[in-house]
Structures are given as C-alpha cells and as structure tokens.
C-alpha cells in the first residue's frame, strides 16, 4: 500500500499495524480513536504519531514532548499535512 492509497481509502484498509490505523483514523477525523491506538504504544514510530495527533489538536506543547520522545524535530501546525504523509510513509514500510 502506497502513502496516496491509504490517504485515499475509504475505510480502514484490513491488515494494518496500530500506527497506519492511527493515521488513517487522524486522517478521517476520528482522532479520539486514532489517539487510542497510539497513546499505550511506546515506539519511536507510535511517539512520532503521538506527536502529529497534539498538533492535530492544537496541544503544540504535548505535542512537543511526543517528537522529542520520538527523536524528531518539533513540525508546526503548518506542517500537519506533509507530516501526515511523512510518518505515513515510514510507517507503511515498518
């Protein structure tokens, strides 16, 4: 499945690790049930979702910690979009 594909799909594609649904659910609006999926998981990948979902909320200080446990450079609200496709990408190749 390719980063287009999974933006595109209408529902949940089967088969999927914790962190592809998180991005899928984020990118469909359901971000309570994206955060569900993510918040337990202590990866970098799943800290990095973590991360993407406070900007998503506005929570840019929550947001903050989760890049840094993810080991990544804070993104702005800006950003959203291509960061979206950015994490998608590494997590569809995990």
Known sequence: MTVAELDAA???PNGQ???VQALW???HGSWDRAHEL???LETP???WVHALLH???GDVGNAGYWFA???KPRRSSAQIDALWREIAAEA???
Do not use: F, N, T, Y
């Open 10 to 12: 209408p529902s949940l």
């Open 17 to 19: 690790s914790a962190c």
């Open 25 to 27: 659910h984020a990118r």
């Open 45 to 47: 990948l799943a800290s």
């Open 55 to 57: 900007l998503i909320e």
């Open 38 to 40: 993510v918040q337990d």
């Open 92 to 94: 569809l190749q995990a």
């Open 69 to 71: 446990r993810a080991g």
